[in-house]
T-cell receptor, first 117, second 114 residues
Framework: GAVVSQHPSWVICKSGTSVKIECRSL??????MFWYRQFPKQSLMLMAT?????????EQGVEKDKFLINHASLTLSTLTVTSAHPEDSSFYIC?????????????FGEGSRLTVL | DAKTTQPPSMDCAEGRAANLPCNHS???????VYWYRQIHSQGPQYIIH???NNETNEMASLIITEDRKSSTLILPHATLRDTAVYYC???????????????FGQGTILTVHP
């Protein structure tokens, strides 16, 4: 199946700093990517939908100014957690939809674990 | 997307079949049943999906009842590496702005033991 890669796989940062997480589709073009967040022992929660060349669509309760999403190309979307605080510590996962795909499969990255001290 | 109900946890002996049930009594006619799994500290992995007919691939089989109100994911010969959280998701397939937005429930924690 198609491969989605995230980087970094884990990051530790100090409170107040910003952290950027990359999501790349390695062998296909992704017009749409999705960002999820998962707290320990909880399920995945969709944060936002990232569309190439346009603004992201955020789910209710997700601060767009805190979680900046950029989808500048068909193979790369980035999530920047600005002024991170300990409560932002979580497992961030992206998924990608292939262009024109009707198979229904969505491919997920390996996840990025953020720890804010 | 229709809501799904899954048992919180299940056990299975290695080498035996693991049968994971899912109830989706409010599923609509054009919604598909998808199964994903998440091994600890990894991203979800697609397993299988179907609409009406039973489906089989190299990973698993999906049995959907005739009224489509429930389904069962079958791992024919479970291994220790199949220990994971299994998510049953019901949603529309291609098209529409909601395409790709998966709503994850709590899933079933499957533990395969020796």
């Amino acid at each position: 199946g198609a491969v989605v890669s995230q980087h970094p796989s884990w990051v530790i940062c100090k409170s107040g700093t910003s952290v950027k997480i990359e999501c790349r589709s390695l062998d296909f073009q992704a017009t749409t990517m999705f960002w999820y967040r998962q707290f320990p022992k909880q399920s995945l929660m969709l944060m936002a939908t990232s569309n190439e060349g346009s603004k992201a669509t955020y789910e209710q309760g997700v601060e767009k100014d805190k979680f900046l999403i950029n989808h500048a190309s068909l193979t790369l979307s980035t999530l920047t957690v600005t002024s991170a605080h300990p409560e932002d510590s979580s497992f961030y996962i992206c998924s990608a939809k292939t262009s024109g795909s009707n198979t229904g499969e969505l491919f997920f990255g390996e996840g990025s674990r953020l720890t804010v001290l | 997307d229709a809501k799904t109900t899954q048992p919180p946890s299940m056990d299975c002996a290695e080498g035996r079949a693991a049968n994971l049930p899912c109830n989706h009594s409010t599923i609509s006619g054009n919604e598909y049943v998808y199964w994903y799994r998440q091994i600890h500290s990894q991203g979800p992995q697609y397993i299988i999906h179907g609409l009406k007919n039973n489906e089989t691939n190299e990973m698993a089989s999906l049995i959907i009842t005739e009224d489509r109100k429930s389904s069962t994911l079958i791992l024919p010969h479970a291994t220790l590496r199949d220990t994971a959280v299994y998510y049953c998701i019901v949603r529309l397939n291609a098209g529409g702005t909601s395409y790709g937005k998966l709503t994850f429930g709590q899933g079933t924690i499957l533990t395969v033991h020796p």
